[in-house]
């Protein structure tokens, strides 16, 4: 990870974080799985009694190259001498499929948070998040798609009482291909 803040005035700062990481499974499609992500940051603290927090991500999956079959040997169409039945076999797995977690992907999200202080005992928060993920797939997961509310009150009239509200929604849809 590698990240910066500016200071743009007396109410806004600005963000930027660059990460980095690779994943290297063990018996799977891929050896290397490669994440690549840019996020920028925004808050503003112009009115003594509202934080307002906005993020945008991007990140890129890749790796290095996609073997569809990598469990080929352990079947028993592997073993010396199998003879292969009339009418041949049924495939364990298609090129054209790709498994997601391993697969090449592009995601953008975004996040919006609001806290307004009416009194010093009490906030209100609201944030809004959606995010959107496509696979480099033709069968398997296309894309994953999800978008959620949550709703916050939080009331402390004294050091030993506090009251709380929460509401929270979220949604989400798989696009898929078989």
Do not use: C
Not at 71 to 81: H, K, N, R, T
Not at 108 to 119: E, F, Y
Not at 141 to 168: F, K
Request: proline share 4%; net charge negative.
């Amino acid at each position: 990870n590698i990240g910066a803040d500016w200071k743009l005035g007396a109410h806004d700062t600005l963000g930027a974080t660059y990460t980095y990481s690779r994943f290297e499974p063990g018996n799977r499609e891929r050896g290397e799985v490669d994440d690549n992500s840019i996020k920028l940051t925004w808050v503003d603290r112009a009115l003594d009694w509202l934080t307002f927090r906005a993020n945008v991500t991007y990140l890129k999956q890749t790796g290095d190259t996609y073997n569809f079959d990598p469990y080929e040997f352990a079947f028993s169409s592997s073993l010396p001498g199998f003879v292969t039945p009339q009418g041949g076999l049924l495939p364990y797995t298609v090129d054209a499929l790709r498994k997601y977690d391993v697969a090449s992907r592009d995601e953008s999200k975004v996040d919006l948070m609001a806290t307004v202080m009416p009194r010093d005992d009490m906030t209100f928060s609201a944030s809004v998040r959606s995010d959107w993920n496509n696979y480099d797939a033709v069968l398997g997961r296309q894309g994953y798609d999800t978008v959620g509310v949550a709703l916050q009150w939080e009331w402390q009239p004294s050091p030993l009482t506090s009251a709380n509200i929460y509401y929270g929604y979220d949604r989400s849809t798989l696009h898929m291909a078989n």
